[in-house]
């Protein structure tokens, strides 16, 4: 959402992609209103999916999506999460855990 925030802000060629993860995301979760939490976030859900909704976009709106549905996405299936890879280098070494 930060991402998709900056995009909008920067008018960056990158908005479009964001925009659209963002709208599978609110399908995938369309896709699980028998939860309770996510039926009662199902109207936002839609406006997500709706291309007037964007019309006029915000970053107050985004931030208020980022708000209501960031408890929701773990209710997504597993198959329907994208995979994220990472290549992070631990800085420590082991004298950094010797106590002085």
Request: aromatic share 8%; no cysteine; proline share 2%.
């Amino acid at each position: 959402m930060l991402n998709l925030e900056l995009a909008l802000l920067k008018g960056s060629k990158r908005f479009d992609r964001l925009k659209k993860q963002l709208a599978e995301i609110a399908s995938a979760l369309d896709e699980q209103t028998a939860i309770p939490s996510i039926a009662a976030q199902y109207a936002l859900i839609l406006d997500i999916l709706s291309d007037h909704w964007w019309e006029g976009i915000t970053v107050p709106l985004l931030e208020l999506v980022r708000l209501r549905l960031r408890n929701l996405v773990h209710h997504i299936e597993k198959s329907k999460k994208a995979v994220v890879y990472t290549n992070f280098e631990d800085q420590l070494t082991a004298s950094s855990y010797i106590l002085h």
